[in-house]
């Protein structure tokens, strides 16, 4: 197999997650195995929560996994820019080719109007769908609206009737009616495209041969099908790979188990295992073969065709016995200690721990309990332990729920910035700010007293301070949905009367 070219196109939006680096890896083997190249592209057309702190972590997070790209943003290659945000003209041009070829459409239509639309399309259990009305305004009525500055945006013309059929080369054809394919916006109001017509530019331009991606976007294939017809282009293979599942065949979600990268590589595995493990749920082991492998061994044995159809499970015991398994038998006593000081995280972290924790020793003994929670998992508290004397139990919940949902959203995660979620919640709940900090200090650090807390959860990282504050929420009793929709009015912003 010839000019093979996979990639992996995450989106820029949050923290690294261990499913990226599934989808990765599963492009990075099939290219490696038939002599091809692995491409890296940044999607973040979403302006609004796109952060260079997050693509940062992205790109550092997969190379730490060891899954190296031949072309991406920061090695460059023939076929960038590889980041969508500095390829708009590029989306322009080929959106001003449809709307010329009549397969796009200007669509003027509200939000409000929209919303109205598919309410009524769920009263009467219809699929939610655009209805077309702009198809029918005149080239006059587009040209004098355009020219009167409405805003608007570009939407895929599809047929009324006909079967789109996907090859998929796990699932073989699956056959979708496109009288239940949306017209999809492909440009927003504010100019910028939708990863619709972005996806599909940009794998045709950087010579993408083969998509392998998450079984999320199978019901997009039938619009991204359409597109590359309307354009006169051959698409790529595709494979729609399942989500990893939780134990109990749950989608794999941060709100019910860890899923950043960075966390697991905070709690001490080796990047090796990981990648180990992540291989295992896309190409099971056979019968006799060692599981313990390195990546040139998993790219070697990896097929397609033993990619499974079902969600593999997350299993993070197996993953434990992996990295056990790592540590014993491929590691040195000074490779051990090699690993054991890169991951305390080196001089300049250490310089930091000694500057917020000498006002509170006596003894450089004393800094070993003071910092334990910081190369610590998951800690070891009691009911009992956050208990607030200001704060009712339900305040305590209502504190920590709220505290995870806004600390997911910071789009930089420094001292700061969590100081100012956690004063916020405070107002929200009518308390004093350090009252509301007492029982955070116990669910980070175990302790009613230690290092500054906000700088604590700054050296820890996103991903272990939301394990932790669940584990946290796990003893006091998490939120019914009933309670989570209700607390999380409290901090929205008051409406303003019309």
């Not at 397969?103 to 109205?116: D, K, P, T």
């Not at 009737?161 to 699932?171: A, E, K």
């Not at 009518?430 to 807390?453: C, E, N, W």
Request: net charge negative; aromatic share 8%; proline share 6%.
């Amino acid at each position: 197999m010839n000019g093979v070219r996979t990639r992996v196109a995450p989106s820029p939006t949050g923290d690294p997650h261990v499913g990226t680096a599934y989808v990765a890896l599963v492009n990075y083997c099939f290219a490696k195995k038939h002599g091809g190249e692995f491409i890296l592209r940044i999607e973040d057309t979403d302006a609004a929560r796109s952060t260079a702190e997050s693509e940062g972590s992205i790109l550092e997070a997969l190379a730490w996994c060891g899954i190296a790209w031949d072309e991406g943003p920061d090695v460059g290659g023939p076929h960038g820019p590889y980041r969508q945000s500095e390829r708009s003209e590029i989306y322009r041009r080929y959106a001003g080719e449809l709307l010329a070829g009549g397969q796009a459409f200007y669509c003027f239509c509200s939000e409000g109007r929209l919303h109205e639309m598919r309410a009524a399309q769920r009263a009467a259990a219809q699929p939610s769908r655009y209805d077309g009305l702009c198809l029918s305004l005149s080239s006059d009525d587009v040209q004098r609206r355009l020219a009167a500055g409405e805003e608007h945006v570009v939407r895929l013309r599809v047929p009324d009737d006909g079967v789109c059929v996907v090859s998929d080369l796990r699932r073989g054809s699956v056959e979708f009616e496109y009288r239940s394919v949306d017209m999809q916006v492909l440009v927003k109001s504010d100019g910028m495209p939708t990863y619709h017509l972005a996806n599909v530019v940009d794998d045709h331009l950087m010579r993408i041969t083969h998509v392998f991606r998450g079984e999320e976007w199978l019901s997009s294939a039938p619009k991204h099908l359409l597109l590359y017809s309307y354009f006169g282009w051959e698409p790529p293979k595709l494979l729609h790979l399942p989500l990893l599942r939780n134990p109990d065949k749950s989608k794999l979600s941060k709100r019910k188990n860890p899923t950043g990268i960075l966390f697991y590589r905070a709690l001490g595995y080796l990047p090796e295992a990981l990648v180990n493990f992540l291989a295992l749920l896309a190409n099971a082991a056979r019968d006799g073969e060692d599981e313990l492998m390195d990546l040139a061994a998993i790219v070697r044995r990896f097929e397609v065709e033993q990619v499974p159809i079902g969600g593999p499970v997350f299993d993070v015991e197996k993953l434990n016995w992996l990295n056990a398994r790592y540590i014993r038998e491929r590691l040195s006593p000074e490779a051990l200690l090699d690993r054991a000081s890169r991951w305390a995280s080196g001089r300049a972290r250490f310089e930091r721990l000694a500057e917020l924790s000498a006002p509170r020793i006596e003894r450089l003994s004393d800094l070993a309990p003071l910092l334990a929670f910081l190369f610590s998992g998951r800690l070891v508290l009691e009911r009992e332990d956050l208990r607030c004397p200001k704060l009712e139990e339900v305040e305590v919940r209502q504190a920590f729920v709220l505290a995870m949902s806004e600390l997911d959203a910071l789009p930089a995660w420094d001292a700061p910035g969590i100081e100012t979620v956690v004063k916020r919640i405070a107002d929200a709940l009518g308390k004093r700010a350090r009252d509301v900090a007492r029982p955070f200090y116990v669910a980070i650090t175990g302790s009613r007293t230690s290092i500054p807390l906000f700088d604590s959860m700054e050296l820890l990282g996103r991903d272990l301070v939301r394990e932790r504050l669940r584990n946290a929420l796990a003893l006091l009793g998490p939120p019914s949905k009933r309670e989570q929709e209700a607390w999380e009015l409290l901090l929205a912003p008051a409406s303003v009367p019309a």
